[in-house]
């Protein structure tokens, strides 16, 4: 990811939010540096989902 690390950090996360659609990929920096996609999720749904999609990590 080009600009990996600007984003803003929801619950220990960075959230993408995509242009075209109603999307958010949340990710994080593993020991390596390296980007890592934890889940992308639609942002059209219940907020406590979305919660509870990204502690089960």
Avoid: E, N
């Avoid at 990710?27 to 889940?39: K, M, N």
């Amino acid at each position: 990811m080009l600009y990996a690390g600007i984003h803003r950090q929801v619950l220990g996360f960075h959230r993408m939010l995509s242009r075209r659609f109603p999307w958010a990929v949340y990710y994080r920096f593993d020991a390596a540096g390296a980007v890592v996609v934890y889940r992308v999720l639609d942002c059209r749904q219940d907020p406590g989902k979305t919660r509870a999609a990204l502690r089960k990590l």
